[in-house]
């Protein structure tokens, strides 16, 4: 073991540091140094040049000083976005940054060299441009300041959801991707078929690569039930893909998604105190470790421009952290206060029980109405899929089940959940009730048959999580190459 250690150790030495590890742990003054990424702004001083080098590690660029300006820069034709190795003088520094690089021509340990050009239309310059228009620019657009912080926040989020789950004993599992099953059964289903014959017989590439019709999945839930009921809690995060034709900012055709199961649950408040313990935990750990030290966990207010929007995430923040716990009303009552108060006077617009929230009223309950995250649970069972347990508060005129929404501010709906139906022969009829295939569904009816037990669990779509606590207008801009409708670059 002690042999593996040492040997772990002489391989990780063999890395240069980076950007970030040379700011926050500075070598020793006047030390020689190296230092690599790309150029983000040059400068012409009268005594001196001045070059901005990023590799992404954070959002502080490095400063290098350049020495004789006029002889160094005409030869070498720097430019933005060329990728450098500079090796020089490690100082303190007189600007803002503690410390700077020095490049002197004059020193032969020194040396500039250009990595990669770039050609003269390099189209990420130092000028304001739309997110909008970076999306044009697939391959180069996470080279500007805010998209790379959104991959490192992504990144830190992520650990702290692990984090979060380490500390309740939950187990990280790997469902599959490729699925039989419709987990939501609203049919946005992508269908996988094979480009190449399994045999001469095969009429059709697609017809028996897996032996019946194969699908991405839109949800992993029904496959975590399966390895929840066998680990007692477990979670998941997974690409998850709906052919949904939307073209909204809250909408993906490919997305990531974090679910979560656990046994031995029986009310649904268990489950929505659980939701927001793990967002405040998750938020919280964004605003301990968002602050001006070089090695912080994350930089997402540093890297922004705008003052308005640095305000506005820590406003959001504020928001998820508010000492009281967060509200929680049925659908029923929902539905009455969208047409007491945001409806009132406008009788066209009123909704009858067991009409759709949309994502207007779950904005205004949530911005205006409470101004905080809000849980709406115990929604009419037509509305929602065949796995859901009847609630508490079912009736037979008014048929819900024990299920939640989570609605934030400003983006509606983030997290849905409910407890599961664990009963056999209740589940069946659920199943025929909807009109499902149910020899297509066996594999899950099988579970209730086997030692099941009460449980439930829920997903969130990471990508929303993301544009709310970065304050991101939209989720294409949160994840690294997005895919919707007619949208499949690279």
């Known amino acids: 073991m002690r042999g593996i250690i040492r040997q772990s150790s002489r391989y990780l030495s063999t890395l240069k540091p980076t950007i970030k590890e040379l700011l926050s742990n500075p070598p020793q003054v006047e030390s020689l140094i190296t230092a690599s990424g790309h150029i983000k702004s040059i400068r012409h001083g009268k005594t001196a040049g001045f070059i901005d080098v990023s590799d992404g590690s954070s959002h502080s660029n490095l400063a290098v000083v350049i020495k004789k300006p006029d002889e160094v820069l005409p030869k070498l034709q720097l430019k933005l976005g060329q990728s450098v190795n500079i090796k020089g003088s490690w100082i303190e520094s007189k600007g803002t940054q503690p410390y700077e690089l020095v490049y002197n021509i004059d020193d032969q340990s020194h040396d500039i060299a250009i990595i990669g050009d770039v050609p003269e239309t ?97 949800s992993t839930q029904l496959h975590l039930e399966v390895l929840t009921l066998s680990l007692n809690r477990a979670w998941t995060l997974t690409p998850c893909f709906r052919a949904e034709v939307s073209n909204t900012n809250r909408h993906l055709s490919e997305f990531w998604m974090l679910e979560a199961e656990m046994c031995y649950i029986t009310e649904l408040n268990q489950l929505t105190r659980f939701t927001e313990e793990m967002i405040r935990y998750v938020t919280q750990a964004v605003k301990d470790s968002n602050d001006d030290s070089p090695g912080n966990g994350i930089d997402l207010i540093n890297s922004r421009f705008s003052r308005e929007e640095a305000e506005k995430m820590k406003q959001r923040w504020d928001s998820i952290l508010t000492e009281k716990e967060w509200p929680s009303i049925t659908y029923t009552e929902a539905i009455e206060i969208i047409n007491r108060v945001m409806n009132k006077g406008r009788s066209k617009n009123r909704l009858t029980w067991g009409d759709s929230i949309q994502t207007p009223h779950e904005k205004w309950l949530a911005g205006e109405y409470y101004k905080s995250p809000v849980f709406i649970t115990d929604y009419p069972k037509a509305e929602k899929p065949f796995y859901m347990l009847t609630s508490n508060s079912y009736s037979e005129d008014k048929p819900t089940v024990a299920c939640f929404d989570l609605i934030l501010p400003e983006i509606g709906e983030l997290i849905g959940g409910s407890l599961r139906e664990h009963n056999y022969q209740k589940l069946l009829e659920d199943i025929e009730e909807k009109d499902m295939n149910k020899d297509e569904i066996e594999w899950y009816l099988s579970t209730r048959q086997n030692g099941t037990v009460p449980h439930g669990g829920f997903g969130m779509g990471f990508e929303r999580l993301v544009a709310y606590l970065s304050s991101m207008d939209n989720v294409k801009d949160v994840i690294p190459f997005p895919r919707v409708s007619q949208s499949c670059s690279c």
């Open 122 to 218: 390099y189209p990420i310059q130092k000028k304001n441009t739309t997110m909008q228009n970076l999306r044009q620019l697939p391959t180069l657009r996470h080279r500007t300041s805010t998209l790379a912080s959104i991959l490192r926040f992504r990144s830190f989020l992520e650990s702290k959801f692990m984090e979060f789950f380490n500390g309740r004993q939950f187990i990280k599992v790997s469902p599959p991707i490729v699925t039989s099953s419709d987990c939501e059964g609203a049919g946005e289903q992508f269908r996988i078929e094979s480009l190449t014959k399994l045999n001469d017989s095969q009429k059709e590439p697609e017809d028996f690569f897996f032996g019946k019709s194969a699908f991405l999945t839109v």
